[in-house]
């Protein structure tokens, strides 16, 4: 059984977000402003059922899914495309595939010494961020 990923995390490191965003077409001026913003991530279960919230001081993004059931999702306040999504785990990771307008596309959390890992990728273009357990939660 994969480590549970649900708890709030504060991002530490993040690397080349601006090439990733750059495969997914976000105009120069998004691309700055989210250059400067520390996130938050919040992760739920129930079940089968996951909610992953994405917060900070200037745009917040939730996603829920069931593992393994496909699902429409509209990538509001990101890059604003509509993508099919399966989530589906890959050992100790929950990978998710989006099939859309982009090729390549999606990401993968897991954890590893009591960090949260997730990579985002799109169209070749791959950005590896690192979170840490909110001191406050």
Known sequence: MPASLCDTWDIMS????????????????????ALTVK?????????????????????NYTIAFRVGQEFEEFTKGLDNRRVKSLVTWEGNKLVCEQIGEKKNRGWAHWIEEDKLHLELYCEGEVCK?????NANE
């Open 129 to 133: 961020q690192i979170f840490k357990k």
């Open 14 to 33: 993040n690397v080349n977000l601006e090439g990733y965003m750059t495969a997914l077409g976000i105009s120069p001026c998004l691309r700055k402003i």
């Open 39 to 59: 996130v938050k991530k919040v992760i739920e279960q129930q079940g089968d059922q996951y909610t992953i919230k994405t917060t900070s001081k200037v745009k």
